[in-house]
């Protein structure tokens, strides 16, 4: 933790900026609109498995402007793009609160899934990707410490105020923190003319200059092949999460069990992000792709051969490692192999899709998981992927370190 304070020091402005993102990314995050499904189907006068429909829906609708967000970012300031984003994301917050239409529920669906799980993730670590370049793990893991920092806290927070007042009030709760503490802190952390926030100020800080048209990644083969491999943590993350109910009925173990599991979680999922974030820094992002789903693949292992209440601290526990590790590859990778005035471009295609493999998760884990044979032979086949994915990754490893050489030199 020592090797992280000097960073601290330095740059304390950037790393809040980052830690803002991530942790506001919140309002957008299914472990927070989860909370809220039983009220808002109640609201609406719609069953759950109606909502569950318009939620994939309005996932997929705002994976496909991260594009476009990504191109933003590639061509305004940061700090414009990040205080607009907060106005817009306590915007949808009120709006889901006050409607009294399935088309309100609908716009503001994917209004905070755009603005929140996308765009605000987005921005912050596009932002500490292309800046840090030489430390770029341990700010990554910094700023990522938002994210979990919502994880941790604000489930609790909101069924406190929700006990206590309602359901909107907890909702307005967050969308004026997102007024009156994320929009005035931007524009506090990062001044108008800040290097830190537009891509082409940083064109002097990379070791060549590049030609490459923005979006000749597109033709790369082993662009699709990488994210082929990244969308596989999110697609059985949600996938299983969402289907938790099913694994316990399965297993015999209690949803309490399962929380106190996501405590370990956390914890975990802290100290590898910190462990590896300096890691990443000493030897790149890509030595670690042939390793970051081994964890999880163990885990599906003991799913498939195990029942026994400590099996589900196992699962939870080796799940946080590679979840923590995938959190860190998922922009220290793309930073690697590509220039930062298009970095914004990139990160918005493979952002993109990530958000349609985990929204079609919930449908495909459901029915994998329809009894206790078939979901074993689906654990069974993911821990075959991993191996595959796990070789390939090791192909991939030494073709990007073989890459980067010949552009260092």
Not at 4 to 22: A, I, T
Not at 34 to 53: A, K, P
């Amino acid at each position: 933790m020592k090797n992280y304070l000097p960073l601290l020091k330095q740059y304390p402005q950037y790393l809040l900026f980052g830690f803002l993102h991530f942790f506001f990314s919140s309002m957008g995050q299914t472990f927070l609109v989860g909370i809220y499904v039983d009220d808002l189907s109640g609201h609406y006068q719609i069953d759950t498995l109606t909502f569950s429909g318009i939620y994939a829906a309005s996932t997929l609708i705002g994976s496909f402007l991260l594009p476009l967000g990504g191109r933003l970012i590639d061509t305004f300031r940061i700090r414009t793009l990040s205080w607009i984003n907060g106005l817009s994301i306590a915007c949808f917050g009120f709006l889901l609160t006050t409607g009294n239409h399935i088309f309100i529920l609908f716009i503001s669906l994917i209004g905070l899934r755009f603005c929140g799980q996308g765009f605000m993730i987005l921005l912050g670590s596009t932002a500490i990707s292309r800046f840090f370049t030489k430390e770029r793990g341990k700010a990554l893991s910094i700023s990522g410490l938002g994210l979990t920092a919502g994880e941790g806290l604000l489930p609790l927070f909101i069924l406190q105020i929700t006990n206590w007042q309602s359901w909107q009030f907890s909702w307005w709760v967050l969308c004026c923190a997102a007024l009156v503490v994320h929009i005035p802190l931007v524009k506090t952390l990062i001044k108008k003319t800040d290097a830190f926030q537009k891509a082409e100020t940083l064109a002097s800080k990379t070791e060549k200059p590049t030609t490459a048209k923005r979006y000749d990644f597109l033709k790369e083969p082993s662009f699709y092949v990488t994210n082929m491999i990244m969308m596989f943590i999110p697609f059985v993350i949600t996938g299983m999460f969402i289907n938790h109910n099913q694994l316990v009925a399965h297993k015999g173990w209690t949803m309490e069990l399962l929380a106190v599991g996501f405590t370990l979680y956390a914890v975990i999922k802290v100290i590898v992000s910190i462990f590896f974030g300096e890691a990443i820094d000493r030897m790149s992002a890509a030595k670690l792709l042939p390793f970051f789903l081994i964890p999880i693949g163990v885990a599906f292992l003991a799913l498939a051969f195990g029942n026994a209440p400590w099996i589900a601290m196992f699962y939870l526990g080796m799940t946080a490692m590679s979840t923590a590790l995938f959190s860190l590859l998922k922009s220290a990778i793309w930073a690697e192999l590509y220039p930062p005035e298009y970095l914004g471009s990139v990160k918005g295609i493979t952002h993109f899709l990530i958000i349609v493999s985990s929204a079609s998760a919930p449908i495909v884990f459901n029915r994998l998981m329809v009894n206790p044979a078939s979901a074993q032979t689906a654990y069974m086949v993911f821990s075959s992927i991993v191996v595959v994915f796990s070789i390939t990754g090791y192909w991939l490893a030494s073709k990007i370190e073989r890459r980067r050489y010949a552009v260092a030199n």
